[in-house]
């Protein structure tokens, strides 16, 4: 895994050089959010499910692999990115881990446990296309206030 971790940095790196952009997605996660059986339930559940999604193409009945069908999700956050419907998980040192949004998640109580925990603010898109962020005080939850 630390070698493949590797080759996606120096890729993600190269990739940048020739003005790409470049975003960091982690497909269980997606899955998760976005209703979708994860590779461990079973790969024809996985393929299912992003058939339901919307996505179609060969992977649906030819051979492929579980990782192959991660990158389809990682594509579908791509997607999703492109469409200014992700959330982006992290801190500004790092590459920020983007994942779809979902109708489930409350986005403003997602923002008081990253503030409460120290993490970056979430950033999201909010219902006029604006970026924003969603930044909390933590004195202002009442677990942590005085």
């Known amino acids: 895994m630390k070698g493949l971790t590797m080759r996606g940095m120096r890729l993600a790196d190269e990739f940048r050089k020739h003005g790409l952009q470049v975003i960091e997605s982690y497909p269980g996660a997606a899955q998760d959010i976005l209703g979708i059986p994860r590779k461990g339930s079973s790969l024809e559940e996985l393929k299912w499910g992003l058939n339901r999604a919307g996505i179609e193409g060969e992977y649906l009945t030819g051979r492929v692999?579980?990782?192959?069908?991660?990158?389809v999700t990682s594509?579908?956050?791509?997607?999703?990115?492109?469409?200014?419907?992700?959330?982006?998980?992290?801190?500004?040192?790092?590459?920020?881990?983007?994942?779809?949004?979902?109708?489930?998640?409350?986005?403003?109580?997602?923002?008081?446990?990253?503030?409460?925990?120290?993490?970056?603010?979430?950033?999201?898109?909010?219902?006029?296309?604006?970026e924003c962020k969603l930044d909390v005080n933590p004195a202002t939850i009442p677990a942590f206030a005085d």
């Open 75 to 130: 594509a579908l956050v791509g997607l999703f990115y492109l469409a200014g419907d992700y959330i982006a998980l992290g801190t500004p040192t790092e590459d920020y881990l983007i994942v779809p949004r979902s109708p489930k998640i409350k986005y403003a109580r997602l923002a008081q446990i990253l503030a409460a925990t120290g993490l970056d603010a979430v950033t999201t898109v909010d219902g006029s296309g604006l």
């Open 65 to 71: 692999t579980h990782d192959e069908v991660d990158a």
